[in-house]
């Protein structure tokens, strides 16, 4: 679509386009002429945007004088991380933004026609729609057919072209180049009735004097698709043919499309009839052609090209050609990339028959328990300084030796740029090529395996960016660049978003042609890459329940969400069954909980994040509000076996230390804010972490005391808008070498080694106490205790983790289970413990790990009448009475919690031993009673119905 302009305008001329209000002075203008773009404050709301100090962008591209070879301005910057160079000047005396600069200049092209712009905030959360301004003295309106258009006209008919110009001018009408009509006499209208025998790339000229400008549209001749039914051996993507490498077929799910070309470089990129696609005569939706006579070993290149003239490559394309991104990857990275076709524009697919298939040296991994995961999450472009695969497989010591067991590597399907979370996909089933080749991930892979480390993959299955084919094979494009908002009868995506933490483009996971997508890019993973599992991002999204601005519904339970992610957990598991399922959902524990338990009987269950950063920081800096980080116990949540994932840190969170050091607290000379001493504290961080059973989950660098913010700038400053940006690299600044960095290195990897060497970490039965004000009035005393009594004789039954998480000494009662030998698992040293309850000093930041392989309560303690214990008769609860059967409870008290860790009630005993009759008068549901005393803690799950 473009905006028309009478010369007879004035000086200034206020637009209203494109959902905002704008201003450009002077107009019109010619291409060399400086403009001011200015926009008032009103169009735009800065705090929805999360606008801080009226930093607002513009994003904009240009086009030739034909309206079309469209480019972006080369100041952008990055869709999430806007050029300040972009950045508009804000004038609070008339609230308005603006913008100074010369088209030639500001776009570094000459023969500029037209140019595009939006505005946005600095990431790219929140913009306006697309404008259109025209350049130049001469302006040319073509009214029918429309420019840039594609009209359909039967071979033999005709159709009437009409246009009208500003102001007196001469016309001419080319068809695929050849001049059909022309005029002599100047004027400011131009009509003409042309006969249809072809497909038509048409232009219409229009010169007055030394100003030219150019429209163009196509016309196009319907074509009759042959339909028959598919070969059994093809599905929609690519496929080789099973016995000849000669052969290829191409299928499409194209609904809403009348015929569907292929072109590429087997027939030099043009439309030719030859390459037609059929249609499925089952799925007529689905189109598909057999390529033949193809070399093997040759790499092809094709897009397929839709009546409507939309060019995309593959959606199931393993790996594509970007016209964008491929000429900024280093040869050390990809080697003999190969090069982007000449004269194209987007992205393309590719294929090669007869390639010789990786030899894996591992065949069948041997995954580890799921329930006993360490996973290292890793952004590889802030990993290492080469950014690609063989570096990462450089690391692979460091990264064993540190004993986690598996890797979740932030997205590496295709994103747009180069430089990237990875969350902004465009192709899910293609690998980036950012960061190496297909053979040397599948090295990095195979080397994991070889080391009995799992590969995990983060997967954005909640969005798609706008680059992607299903986007752009059904979206509104008025100005005919290939881009543009979801049309109406897009088959994967919603037009308004379902939920409120929408990014790009919304998909609809009630759709089957959706299902399919997702289902088809897991399977293709797990089989071509061998992956162990994957971290679905976003799974609040997977609703169509709700809107983008209710956050209240996108975080309630959703049925139709607990659906169709079953239906995913069921086709992951169908491709693989020992497949790793991490749901990043930080939901209610009723939803999570349908798929915690989901199929637990087969030994299966989802795996939910189980955020707890905020309490763990608390406690590392020395603050004892809201630091109770319980609910690192899975029964809290109300889950049948440990599927939390807990973590203190993560890609989306501000790291332990920068807060640390920003932040902690001090007592005299002691002070968190201290870098040593800080440094000291993440041992007891990882003391208190990793000794609590079930999968865990660190954020790179965690074990080197990393400090730098997640919003820290490449300047060093610190803002929200450069939460994306490239953060410095801890090898390339030696964190590896600095001693006291390394300890906590060290010591995290001597922790982990401990719970991997004893069968008792893995118990079911454990409890997590901290910052327990009852016990511990001044908080920040951490107490863990695991057990398993029914180990074989020689194993570590009992574990007891104390920590110190205060600024000053404290004398920390243990509640030891029993008496006897005691080991300081971190030293080996023995210790005998007469008393249960006697202190053990600890200095501030001290932890100790003790174990004992005893499970007994001593010589003299031995019957089982004389342990501590708790029962709850007739389980479930009738008539609103339960009945607590105790024994060993000195000093007792029972503390009722609902499932989500909430505290209900507390009470003290009156004695050691017996039965207490509680009136509950709860709802319906599952509750955990804790019963604490002088001689140990014990724990039961009660049901109330």
């Known amino acids: 679509m473009k905006k028309n302009y009478s010369a007879l305008l004035l000086f200034v001329m206020t637009v209203i386009f494109g959902q905002i209000s704008y201003t450009i002075t002077p107009n019109p203008f010619n291409e ?28 904009s591209w240009s086009f030739d004088t034909n309206y079309s070879n469209s480019q972006d301005c080369p100041t952008n910057g990055s869709w999430t991380n806007s050029n300040e160079a972009n950045r508009l000047a804000y004038n609070s005396a008339s609230d308005t933004y603006s913008l100074t600069f010369t088209p030639t200049t500001f776009f570094n092209r000459t023969g500029i026609g037209r140019f595009g712009f939006l505005l946005k905030n600095k990431t790219g959360s929140h913009q306006t729609s697309d404008n259109l301004v025209n350049v130049g003295t001469l302006n040319l309106n073509l009214t029918s057919p429309a420019a840039n258009s594609l009209t359909s006209v039967a071979a033999g008919n005709s159709i009437n072209i009409t246009a009208t110009t500003n102001i007196n001018a001469t016309f001419q009408l080319k068809a695929n180049g050849i001049v059909v009509n022309s005029t002599s006499v100047p004027s400011t209208s131009f009509s003409y009735s042309y006969t249809v025998t072809q497909d038509a790339d ?44 000669t052969k290829v077929c191409l299928a499409l799910y194209a609904p809403h499309k009348n015929f569907v070309h292929v072109i590429g470089s087997f027939n030099n990129w043009t439309v030719n009839d030859t390459y037609l696609m059929k249609r499925d005569t089952v799925n007529p939706d689905l189109y598909w052609i057999e390529l033949s006579g193809l070399t093997p070993q040759q790499l092809y290149t094709f897009q397929y090209r ?9 959606p199931f394309s393993p790996q594509i050609l970007s016209s964008y991104d491929d000429q900024w990857i280093s040869a050390a990275t990809y080697p003999n990339l190969p090069a982007f076709p000449a004269g194209q524009s987007f992205e393309v697919s590719t294929f090669r028959t007869g390639q010789t298939p990786y030899n894996w040296q591992v065949t069948s991994f041997q995954k580890p328990n799921k329930e006993n995961l360490i996973v290292y999450e890793l952004l590889l472009r802030d990993f290492t300084q080469e950014k690609n695969w063989q570096s990462l497989i450089n690391k692979i010591n460091y990264l064993k030796n540190l004993n986690i067991n598996a890797i979740e590597l932030m997205p590496i399907m295709e994103f747009e740029g180069n430089l990237s979370w990875g969350y902004n996909t465009s192709f899910h089933y293609a690998l980036d090529k950012a960061y190496g080749t297909p053979e040397k991930f599948k090295e990095f892979v195979d080397l994991c395996h070889q080391n009995g480390i799992a590969v995990i993959l983060d997967i954005a299955f909640n969005h798609a960016t706008g680059r992607s084919p299903l986007v752009r094979l059904w979206n509104i494009d008025p100005d005919g660049d290939g881009f543009g908002d979801l049309a109406a009868n897009n088959p994967y995506f919603n037009q308004v978003p379902k939920h409120s933490y929408n990014v790009f483009n919304d998909f609809n996971h009630s759709s089957n042609a959706t299902k ?42 959703q049925q139709d969400r607990v659906d169709v992610l079953k239906y995913y957990a069921d086709k992951q598991w169908a491709a693989d069954p020992t497949s790793y399922i991490i749901f990043e959902h930080l939901g209610t524990d009723a939803e999570e909980q349908q798929w915690a338990n989901y199929r637990v009987n087969e030994g299966k269950g989802i795996m939910l994040w189980n955020k707890q950063t905020d309490p763990y920081n608390q406690n590392t800096m020395g603050y004892k509000e809201n630091s109770n980080y319980d609910r690192m116990d899975h029964e809290l949540h109300g889950f049948t076996n440990m599927h939390a994932v807990g973590f203190g840190e993560s890609h989306d969170e501000e790291r332990l230390m920068f807060k640390n050091l920003a932040y902690g607290a001090s007592n005299g000379t002691y002070n968190v804010q201290t870098l040593n001493t800080a440094l000291e504290r993440m041992k007891t961080f990882g003391a208190a972490f990793f000794t609590i059973p079930g999968p865990k989950m660190i954020w790179q660098f965690g074990e080197l005391g990393y400090e730098f913010s997640i919003n820290r700038c490449p300047d060093g400053s610190i803002n929200n808008a450069c939460r994306t940006d490239e953060k410095p690299i801890a090898f390339t600044l030696g964190y590896d070498t600095n001693v006291n960095r390394k300890a906590i290195y060290n010591t995290w990897a001597q922790i982990i080694n401990i719970r991997n060497s004893h069968p008792v970490f893995k118990s079911k039965t454990y409890t997590v106490e901290s910052n327990n004000l009852t016990n511990d009035p001044d908080g920040l005393i951490t107490r863990i205790y695991v057990y398993d009594n029914s180990l074989p004789a020689g194993n570590l039954k009992n574990i007891v983790v104390l920590a110190n998480y205060g600024i000053t000494t404290r004398n920390v009662v243990p509640y030891f289970p029993y008496t006897g030998q005691w080991q300081n698992l971190m030293d080996n040293t023995t210790m005998n413990i007469t ?111």
């Open 32 to 59: 060399t002429d400086q403009i001011t773009l200015t926009v008032p404050g009103n169009q735009i709301d800065e705090t929805a945007w999360g606008v801080v100090n009226n930093a607002i962008y513009i994003w």
């Open 202 to 245: 048409m232009e219409l000229i229009a010169t007055a004097g030394s100003s030219t400008k150019i429209a163009t549209f196509i016309l196009q001749v319907p074509r009759n698709v042959v339909s028959q039914a598919i070969p059994t051996w093809i599905r929609q993507g690519i496929n080789y043919h099973p016995t000849d490498q």
């Open 306 to 314: 839709t009546n409507d003239l939309k060019k995309v490559a593959d």
């Open 516 to 557: 399919y997508y997702v289902e088809r890019t897991i399977q293709h993973w797990i089989s071509e890459y061998k992956i162990d599992g994957f971290r679905w991002d976003l799974t609040k999204g997977f609703t169509q329940n709700c809107s983008e601005s209710d956050e209240t519904c996108t975080n309630a339970y």
């Open 835 to 945: 008393s249960t309850t006697a202190p053990i000093t600890l200095q501030p930041g001290e932890f100790r790990i003790l174990g004992s392989t005893n499970g007994t309560l001593g010589t003299s303690e031995v019957n089982s009448e004389n342990r501590l214990s708790l029962q709850i008769a007739d389980n479930p609860v009738k008539n609103g009475i339960a009945k607590l059967v105790y024994t060993k409870a000195k000093n007792g008290e029972i503390i009722i919690y609902d499932i989500s860790g909430k505290k209900l009630d507390s009470f003290r005993l009156k004695n050691e031993t017996g039965m207490h009759e509680l009136k509950v008068d709860y709802p319906a549901g599952t509750y955990l009673v804790h019963l604490k005393s002088d001689t140990g803690t014990a724990i039961q799950k009660m049901i109330i119905k």
